[in-house]
């Protein structure tokens, strides 16, 4: 799978060329000398192609630099897109997040760091089937690397980053870090308001049911209480959209494995709970076990852990059918027979049942 690199970028080739080779502006002269120049040359200048070559970049993968809400910043984004596109042949956005800039802090954090979350994670959900993803958190703001880390702990993704002009790539890889998801759902009642808005102390404690120390106390890593009012904070925002992935998932299970459930051969309760935790599209994909596929098999295999349990499912359009369930011993055998399933169950999908909460 070809990979989708988002990164956030500054204009680092902007003052060095100045600093290395006497620029004075990065104008039509300076463009020009960058065309030509050799990939030494523009790694030694601009930290995102630096960092962007190290780690593999090819013509099939995707760039999305996010700059920051000026002028300059966008346009150093557009030169490093046209030498990466002339370069490597790949394909390069610009994204321009509006409010993030350093002249402004209450902008920054109530704009700017939302935009940049939100832009994120709707390039995650959209590209998620069809690429790999990888955040590039060697350049830009500094202060958005705290959330950029962030959402690829909550979203499971790995964050890439480079020193200037270091050989030496550091990553961090996913991070399958779990959340309170009944402490969300509370939220919905009043989440349309302070998504993007305030909504008063008290009227928020009367909707939700949280108490005042519920609000000063536990919830404060993902609320902000102040004079009297009531909102989302950036990391808040990013727990909830991670949350409706969960809460909009739906599963289905094959006549098989109910068939299975009720012989008493199997841990009814276990695979049950099994099941609920593979609504969640992104565990799913963090216990993907990639053996199956080296076998012959067509079908997904979730593996939970050093357990002997395993789920044979595919997804369509964002739903997930349970198609076989094995213990281990079962397991190995259906791999030696290397058996095509999906075209089995593809015929009897109109059968499965949906799995309620």
Known sequence: MNTLFLCPSGISIKDNIKKLFDFSELDNDAT?????????????????????????LTSDDKIMFLTSDTDAGESVANVLANILESRRKCKVTVK?????????????????????????????????????????????????????????????????????????????????????????????????????DYISTNDFMQITGFSYEDLRLAAQDILLE????????????????????????????????LKKLSSGEYNKGLFEGLFNKMKDPIHVQS??????????????????????ERIFFFM?????????????????????????????FEKEKRLFKEIKS
Not at 147 to 176: A, K, Q
Not at 336 to 342: M, N, Q
């Open 96 to 196: 321009r997040i509006k409010g993030l800039q350093t002249d402004d802090r209450k902008q920054f954090d109530t704009v700017g760091i939302p935009t940049l979350t939100d832009v994120i994670i709707n390039e995650v959900e959209n590209n998620r089937y069809t690429f790999n993803i990888v955040l590039n958190a060697t350049a830009g703001f500094k202060a958005t690397i705290p959330y950029i880390t962030f959402i690829g702990m909550i979203f499971h993704l790995p964050i890439r980053y480079i020193f200037e002009r270091s050989e030496s790539i550091i990553e961090l890889p996913p991070m399958p870090l779990e959340f309170d998801i009944e402490r969300l759902k509370q939220l919905e009642p009043v989440i349309d308001k302070i998504f993007s």
């Open 32 to 56: 020009i000398f960058l065309k030509d120049a050799d990939d030494n040359t523009l790694m030694q200048l601009s930290a995102e192609i630096n960092s962007l070559f190290r780690m593999g």
């Open 226 to 257: 102040e004079d009297g009012l009531v909102t989302l904070r950036s990391t808040g925002r990013i727990l909830y959209q991670r949350y409706l992935q969960v809460k909009g998932s739906k599963a289905f299970i094959s006549p098989t494995v």
């Open 287 to 308: 216990k993907l076990h990639n053996e199956v596929k080296r076998k012959g098999i067509d079908l997904d295999c979730y593996k939970p852990g050093a357990t002997s």
């Open 316 to 344: 369509e359009d964002k739903k997930i059918y349970i198609c076989d369930i094995f213990l281990h011993d079962e397991y190995e055998k259906l791999l030696e027979r290397g058996e095509l399933l999906r075209d089995k």
